[in-house]
């Protein structure tokens, strides 16, 4: 309501073959993205939340590729840490050197890096075989900037059966478009898709949303639902702001045509100025 009031934005349907975001798209081509939390609850602190985050990764990627988004940099590299032990210790040996844990993080310097990262997110890892056996999938980190529009590519069907690529979220982001973002990097091109939210109880959104929970609410849709209203309120609350801005625009567009033309003078100049600076 708020865009189409003030910036005449219109909405439409897209067909469903291009609907890659959504977990029920229609017809044959519905996306099967399953919740596979290992509880409904936050966990009581960041070191509890980031355990139960290694120690679910470890045990899945013997099977399905792993992506975990973490709130920052700094999370990335702590999380990646603890990994890389916990699966020397798990498969008798762990990849060569860290292999098997991907840092996905964005450097300015090399941006083709990045997207080559993506790509290696996806692809079976062979990691030592110890006691646990078997073939190892990549684990990767990354922030917000790796939940949105890469297509972490995933072909083989032993994955589909095992329930596809596993998206951890550490964290659930103010807005359901981010979110939809976010969930929509797993269960691409018709295969399968699972993804687990694994918060901290001690984060002051967790908790806010926590002690308002609705029923048959999950803890993330309580926070985009408080996302949602806050951010009501506050473009409630910048309406006149943006009118303002827009009459500006218009104004600022007409001044400047008729200034390049040479066709005002400089007792104009100083009052344009002065409005502008009003």
């Not at 498969?91 to 993080?105: D, I, K, N």
């Not at 001690?202 to 308002?212: C, G, H, I, K, L």
């Not at 609410?217 to 639902?225: G, S």
Request: proline share 4%; aromatic share 8%; charged share 25%.
């Amino acid at each position: 309501t708020f865009l189409a009031e003030h910036y005449e934005a219109v909405t439409f349907n897209v067909p469903f073959f291009l609907d890659t975001c959504r977990s029920d798209s229609l017809g044959k081509f519905k996306k099967t993205v399953q919740d596979v939390s290992p509880s409904s609850a936050p966990y009581t602190g960041e070191r509890e939340q980031e355990q139960g985050v290694v120690d679910l990764a470890v045990e899945r990627c013997a099977d399905v590729p792993v992506l975990v988004l973490a709130k920052d940099a700094d999370a990335v590299h702590r999380l990646a840490s603890m990994l890389r032990a916990a699966l020397a210790g798990h498969f008798g040996g762990g990849p060569g050197e860290g292999e098997g844990v991907v840092e996905l993080l964005y450097n300015p310097a090399r941006p083709q890096e990045f997207v080559e990262l993506v790509t290696a997110s996806t692809e079976p890892m062979a990691l030592e075989v110890g006691s646990h056996g078997g073939q190892a999938w990549s684990i990767t980190m990354t922030t917000a900037e790796g939940g949105r529009g890469h297509d972490y590519r995933v072909t083989d069907p032993a994955v589909d059966q095992s329930g596809g690529l596993l998206l951890v979220l550490t964290w659930v982001p103010w807005s359901e478009r981010e979110w939809i973002q976010f969930v929509g990097r797993t269960g691409r091109q018709d295969h399968k898709g699972q993804y687990a939210v694994m918060l901290d109880g001690q984060d002051a959104r967790v908790q806010a949303a926590w002690t308002d929970l609705k029923k048959d609410e999950t803890l993330a849709k309580a926070i985009l639902r408080h996302g949602d209203r806050e951010t009501d309120a506050l473009l409630k609350g910048t309406g006149d702001a943006i009118g303002k801005g827009r009459l500006m625009h218009r104004l600022t567009s007409r001044y400047w045509t008729q200034h390049k033309q040479d066709k005002t003078d400089k007792s104009q100049n100083w009052q344009w100025k002065g409005l502008c600076e009003d």
